[in-house]
């Protein structure tokens, strides 16, 4: 994943970049609502060995898929997997471009 433009992008500091990139990588795997909203678009976070995929894999999934979800399916992608904080102050759909 290529921090520099998504700095370069959000016009956010490399520590507000990175904060959210932590919070979101974990989040994707272990928080339940984060797991739900991207399960009911047809996301896998794990394998069917039920190991955790790579969240970047994830995230080019989700990117493939962003344009045709709905404003308040992203607004749900968006919140559960960064948490509202990380998620205003990161705009989600230039992270996963």
Sequence with gaps: MDTTAIQSSTKESGNIVGNALK????RIQ???AAIKSLESIGIAVKDVGGEARPV?????????????????QKQQIGVSSAGMFQNTRLNYSRLIQ
């Design 30 to 32: 272990t928080n339940g």
């Design 56 to 72: 970047s894999k994830i995230l080019e999934e989700l990117h493939q898929k962003w344009d045709s979800l709905s404003q308040a």
């Design 23 to 26: 919070t979101i990588f974990a």
